[in-house]
């Protein structure tokens, strides 16, 4: 059974940091490209970053110079490092795996999720 499980969520002041992890088991995703979305309440989900097979990067204009999304192909785990917070990032975090090794922003050509996890950010 193929898992992607999200962690590293929480409640943080507006400026501070934190960590989101996503494991990925029962299956290898080191040719797959990577991406972590968010949905905020009454808001539809959105890309926030995305990694290609090779490492290379896509951010939104909302969290570009502010967020880093890594991975490491060997613990068949994706991290996004999240810096300076403020409340509009407030939202559930995503991560997904996509169809092609391509980075790609459109919510369906990603075909496995995680649950996601919770970040709240107080002003």
């Known amino acids: 059974q193929v898992q992607l499980v999200e962690s590293g969520g929480g409640l943080v002041q507006t400026g501070g940091s934190l960590r989101l992890s996503c494991a990925a088991s029962g299956r290898t995703f080191s040719r797959n490209a990577m991406g972590w979305f ?42 996004l490092q999240m810096n300076s917070l403020k409340p509009e990032d407030t939202a559930a975090y995503y991560c997904a795996a996509a169809v092609s090794s391509s980075i790609t922003t459109t919510n369906h050509e990603y075909d496995y999720w995680g649950q996601g996890t919770q970040v709240t950010v107080s002003s």
Do not use: H, L
């Open 38 to 79: 968010r949905q905020a309440p009454g808001k539809e989900r959105e890309i926030v970053a995305a990694i290609n097979w090779r490492g290379r990067s896509y951010y939104a204009d909302s969290v570009q110079g502010r967020f880093t999304i890594s991975r490491s192909n060997a613990k068949n785990t994706v991290y």
